[in-house]
């Protein structure tokens, strides 16, 4: 089982290849959904990386194949400018994903 980079920045790409781990490089919505959902029907990835500058934007189709889909499993990683992420990024999650708010 393979890892695949969906990637906004050629540097992360080129990083992770150095590593093993085949990508691509997109920029807007259309392309991340188009190289996703070819992403999610290869049978031999396991683990798709994303940043999280591609997740934040289609963050609804993300948390979808996230909650819904077994496999492979999607990972946002941090791009060259560090962690986006607020503090409460875990808890906003749980609550998007139960409906209540904690």
Excluded: W
Aim: aromatic share 4%; glycine share 6%.
């Amino acid at each position: 089982m393979k890892f695949f980079l969906i990637s906004d920045n050629v540097d992360t790409k080129m990083g992770m290849r150095f590593a093993g781990i085949d990508g691509v490089v997109v920029h807007t919505e259309e392309e991340v959904t188009r190289e996703l959902t070819k992403a999610m029907e290869r049978e031999d990835v396991a683990v798709i990386l994303m940043t999280e500058t591609l997740v934040s934007l289609c963050p609804d189709l993300i948390y979808d194949l996230k909650l819904n889909r077994k496999k492979p499993l999607i990972v946002e990683i941090p791009d060259r400018h560090g962690n986006g992420r607020t503090k409460d990024s875990i808890t906003k999650y749980v609550q998007d994903a139960i409906g209540v708010k904690l």
